[in-house]
């Protein structure tokens, strides 16, 4: 995404009003927009509204969410909206950038296909150990641009990569994937070191060249749900 610094100044600092609620969300998920303007739309998700996971037990849900958001950046990418910590109306918790008109009725359909920003996604979620990827949690704005929130459950250091995409199972790696993993295996990583564990971080690792290894994008696992229910 093209991030402006004065967007990120704004939804860093300018307060917070509160208009509904994603009733449908598992955890206290509220919409709004900033105070100083109402078409900068935004999805509040505070710490005190998370319901504990007994798989997830190590920090927060919305740091989760945050660190997904400083990795697609960090590296390449760019899948996720406009995504900062921050203090507001319920407390301390993920704020994240509203996408208007992002899930068209045409979505699934597109999400079946091969696009490359589909393909990035796969790749993307493998690192990241995304256990819930969803079609609800795809989104499909302008130009066809791809990108993906609800990202609270991921890192974990074990294998828990659920997905609907997998139509890109086995397929080679290419060049630019290469050089995007071993990146990763390169870096230090210390951007996630107040966000998540020593082992999830470490375990970023451990999958980055797992990938190298066998030089494919992953395939489903057979000992376990490899699609997250519900698929929507």
């Given at each position: ?61 919305a ?14 990418f760019?899948l ?53 990827r ?21 890192f ?16 080679k ?31 970023i ?15 489903p ?8 229910w519900?698929?929507?």
């Amino acid at each position: 995404m093209n991030l402006s610094k004065n967007s990120i100044t704004r939804i860093e600092n300018v307060d917070l009003v509160i208009t509904g609620r994603l009733v449908d969300a598992s955890n206290a998920t509220l919409f709004g927009h900033l105070q100083d303007d109402e078409n900068f739309k935004i999805i509040y998700k505070p710490v005190a509204g998370e319901r504990p996971l007994w798989d997830f037990p190590d920090g927060s849900l919305a740091s989760r969410e945050y660190a997904t958001f400083l990795f697609s950046e960090i590296f390449g990418f760019n899948l996720v909206p406009l995504t900062v910590l921050r203090d507001g109306p319920y407390g301390f918790g993920m704020v994240q950038e509203w996408i208007e008109d992002a899930q068209p009725e045409s979505l699934i359909n597109f999400a079946q296909g091969m696009h490359p920003h589909l393909r990035k996604m796969v790749l993307f979620d493998a690192l990241i150990n995304n256990a819930d990827r969803k079609y609800g949690h795809i989104l499909l704005s302008k130009n066809e641009l791809v990108l993906g929130c609800d990202h609270g459950v991921t890192f974990h250091k074990e294998e828990k990569l659920r997905t609907v995409l997998w139509q890109f199972t086995g397929l080679k790696l290419e060049d630019h994937e290469v050089q995007t993993l071993e990146m990763i295996n390169n870096h230090d990583l210390k951007f996630l070191q107040d966000l998540l564990s020593v082992a999830e971080i470490s375990a970023i690792k451990v999958r980055a060249q797992s990938l190298l290894k066998t030089n494919t994008l992953p395939e489903p696992a057979t000992d376990r749900p490899a699609i997250p229910w519900p698929p929507v």
